[in-house]
């Protein structure tokens, strides 16, 4: 794995999630010949496609059946295979959980779920295809870890940290190309550590996925108006960092966790639970998707502004809340 200069990360961001992990999953299965990768009639989409040329031997197209498609990744890892299962969030999650939690989790197979366009990234295609409740689904099942990168360099990077790793992981992706910036230099992540992106003694701001970045222009908002903030990147839902919840709750004022997932279940229920056992007595505002069916079509970028996923409404919400 090559170190990841300011020239790749810039050209990771143009590229985007999707670009980003078909560009690493090739160096993956270069290094690891062990990689199968398994696609239910989106390798496009999923852009596996690249990696089915390469490596015809390693990977396997299951057609519109993603449940086989977990199934046979799990008795594929049986055999010594670092399987990964690339579709919609949605599918990963929903269509497929038995699979998941029965064939890959409760056997604990070295099986790699990668799911696309969580949240509303999927814009016009509609709620089937929405991903809000993979986050609540996912941490609820025993032996799975679930990552949900900031930009494409922790994307990239938590690829190769996850393929060091023994067992089940589920990836959520969003957004389509040109993806903020979060990290302008190669950076060493680590499964289950989150990242503190700025220091503030007034509050703290949780937040995953493409809301770091929002986040991130919220806290330069709040600067302006006198609050210290201070953001962290929860790249890691499962295993959570309990160290860093326990701590910002304790050292601010206002506690903001900040995703792109419906509020029920998701990293804000889960932030609650560790304030809760910890006994810290940090006030919590969630800011999420609705608890309900968004039948409202549009791009994704109009989406996260109409359910209020954006920098000015999680400024507004800190300062009525502080």
């Excluded at 200069?5 to 990771?12: A, F, M, N, P, S």
């Excluded at 499962?238 to 910002?248: F, G, Q, S, T, V």
Aim: aromatic content about 8%; glycine content about 8%; charged content about 25%.
């Amino acid at each position: 794995m090559a170190k990841y200069t300011t020239e790749v990360i810039e050209k990771l961001s143009e590229l985007g999630f999707r670009d980003t992990f078909g560009r690493e999953i090739l160096e993956i299965g270069e290094m690891y010949p062990n990689t199968v990768v398994l696609a239910a009639d989106l390798s496009d989409a999923t852009r596996v496609t690249k990696f089915s040329e390469k490596f015809p031997n390693n990977f396997i197209q299951v057609g519109i059946a993603e449940q086989n498609m977990m199934s046979i990744a799990s008795g594929l890892s049986l055999n010594g295979k670092m399987c990964f299962c690339a579709t919609f969030a949605s599918f990963a999650t929903l269509r497929c959980c038995e699979q998941v939690r029965n064939d890959i989790c409760y056997q604990n197979r070295n099986v790699k779920i990668i799911g696309i366009d969580s949240g509303v990234a999927t814009g016009y295609l509609g709620v089937t295809h929405y991903g809000l409740e993979d986050i609540a689904v996912m941490r609820s099942i025993s032996n799975l870890t679930v990552i949900s990168p900031s930009d494409c360099l922790s994307l990239a990077k938590l690829l190769w940290e996850i393929v060091k790793y023994e067992g089940p992981v589920y990836i959520r992706l969003s957004g389509g190309k040109n993806i903020p910036i979060i990290y302008h230099e190669d950076y060493e992540f680590k499964i289950g550590e989150s990242v503190a992106l700025t220091e503030g003694k007034d509050v703290s701001i949780f937040a995953t996925g493409l809301m770091v970045s929002e986040a991130l222009e919220a806290a330069s908002i709040l600067r302006k108006r006198g609050i210290e903030v201070k953001v962290i990147d929860i790249h890691t839902i499962k295993p959570l960092d309990i160290k860093a919840i326990k701590k910002a709750a304790e050292e601010t004022k206002l506690i903001v966790t900040v995703e792109e997932h419906n509020l029920t279940g998701g990293l804000g229920s889960a932030v609650a639970e560790v304030i809760a056992e910890q006994g810290v007595s940090s006030k919590l505002v969630r800011i999420g998707l609705p608890d309900k069916f968004i039948s409202k079509f549009g791009s994704h970028k109009a989406l996260l502004k109409r359910y209020g996923l954006t920098c000015s409404n999680i400024a507004d919400k800190a300062i009525n809340n502080l």
